[in-house]
Nanobody, 123 residues
Framework: QVQLIESGGGLVQAGGSLNLTCRVSGHTISTPTMAWFRQAPGKDREFVAVLSWMGFIHYADTVKGRFTASKDNADDSVYLQMNNLGPDDTGDYYC?????????????????WGQGTQVTISS
């Protein structure tokens, strides 16, 4: 089992920044791929960024150039630095872990999920 706990969400004005943290515990060696997803009110969960076990990071086009994902294996944490936030970035942000080495952008390919952290951007 793997446990994921997100933190760092909040309310910021448009143009502001937030840094989300995901603490990972449990049998982490079984989940080589980590990712961030988000879900806006009334919408489906959407892909934000994926971090492969080799260090490759891929972003959704909607956040590319504004968001930076990273991980610290020594600290068992994954981070999402979000800059130049806009109202469309509002939603619940989730950390996810997959047992697959190349799960891609589909939420169905991820096996473990955190409880989410809420991000609200005011215009």
């Amino acid at each position: 089992q793997v446990q994921l706990i997100e933190s760092g969400g909040g309310l910021v004005q448009a143009g502001g920044s937030l840094n989300l943290t995901c603490r990972v515990s449990g049998h982490t060696i079984s989940t080589p791929t980590m990712a961030w997803f988000r879900q806006a009110p009334g919408k489906d969960r959407e892909f934000v960024a994926v971090l492969s076990w080799m260090g490759f990071i891929h972003y959704a086009d909607t956040v590319k150039g504004r968001f930076t994902a990273s991980k610290d294996n020594a600290d068992d944490s994954v981070y999402l630095q979000m800059n130049n936030l806009g109202p469309d970035d509002t939603g619940d942000y989730y950390c996810a872990a997959s047992r697959q080495y190349n799960p891609g952008e589909s939420a169905a390919n991820y096996d473990y999920w955190g409880q989410g952290t809420q991000v609200t951007i005011s215009s």
